[in-house]
């Protein structure tokens, strides 16, 4: 029966074909330097796709089976999240949003198309507002705007003016004292009346062991194709993090699509 089972699964299941797919085209030969990997800080297992410091630039350039597989498995766990996190976010009014790490771009315009009295703005590297201003074109909208830039440099300020500063399973690319770092900067531009939302997997919100096992597991990639050092957060962790920046948690929004989690701040 157990045979059966997983020729049912690898038949017909999406999500057991976009995780193996990941699996098999992006990690499995960089997973060889996971060691080395952890040793160094440094994701060497990228060596085979690119000599780029971290996997964001290059996303666009990867060869094609592992952007593919990349980009599916990502917006696999992100997609299934945006409708109800547009509601709740459109829930506060909100006349801006900045969009922090808005990647290719599917939330800003989602939430754009759905509410046409707001702005969103994508911030990000400009390999990825290449990659939005795709995703955006022709859809007949003129209330997304793209803006590059790489918020972990000291020169890179965030603007000022919008209503919510979204970021969308973002802060887990970062080391912990990165994270502070962006944090910080988002608390700066932050008035009375504004408030940061981020939205995480955190493996300790999900709704059994195996969705908290699957999400503990990804740190893996993390270490040796991303960037050497980020991970998947517990929510118990990620807080104090935030309580380093000196923000307030106002709100804690669990079992948004999949497996995410929208935390408000002020």
Not at 17 to 22: A, G, H, L, R, S
Not at 50 to 65: G, H, K, V
Not at 251 to 265: A, K, S
Request: proline fraction near 3%; glycine fraction near 4%; include cysteine.
């Amino acid at each position: 029966m157990a045979f059966n089972k997983i020729g049912y699964f690898l038949q017909s299941d999406t999500m057991t074909n976009i995780n193996m797919n990941y699996n098999h085209h992006v990690n499995y030969l960089g997973l060889f330097t996971l060691e080395q990997s952890i040793k160094e800080e440094k994701p060497i297992g990228l060596k085979v796709f690119s000599n780029e410091e971290t996997i964001y630039p290059a996303l666009s350039s990867l060869p094609l089976n592992a952007k593919q597989s990349w980009f599916e498995f990502d917006h696999f766990y992100s997609d299934s999240a945006f409708p109800k996190a547009c509601e709740i976010l459109a829930s506060y009014k909100p006349k801006s949003i900045l969009d922090i790490g808005g990647n290719t771009g599917k939330f800003a315009t989602m939430y754009a198309l759905k509410n046409k009295d707001a702005t969103v703005t994508i911030m990000d590297l400009p390999q990825q507002i290449k990659l939005a201003q795709q995703t955006i074109y022709g859809k007949d909208l003129d209330n997304v705007v793209t803006l590059a830039g790489n918020v972990l440099n000291e020169n890179t300020q965030i603007p000022t003016g919008y209503d919510i500063i979204w970021m969308s399973q973002f802060l887990d690319c970062f080391k912990e004292e990165q994270i502070i770092s962006i944090l910080k900067k988002a608390k700066k531009v932050l008035t009375h009346k504004s408030q940061i939302c981020i939205m995480e997997p955190f493996w300790d919100r999900q709704q059994n062991e195996t969705a908290a096992y699957c999400i503990i597991n990804t740190s893996p990639y993390f270490t040796a194709m991303a960037n050497g050092y980020s991970k998947m957060f517990n929510y118990k962790d990620f807080k104090k993090l935030l309580e380093k920046a000196n923000l307030e948690v106002i709100e804690t929004i669990d079992n948004v699509g999949l497996c995410q989690t929208i935390i408000r701040c002020q």
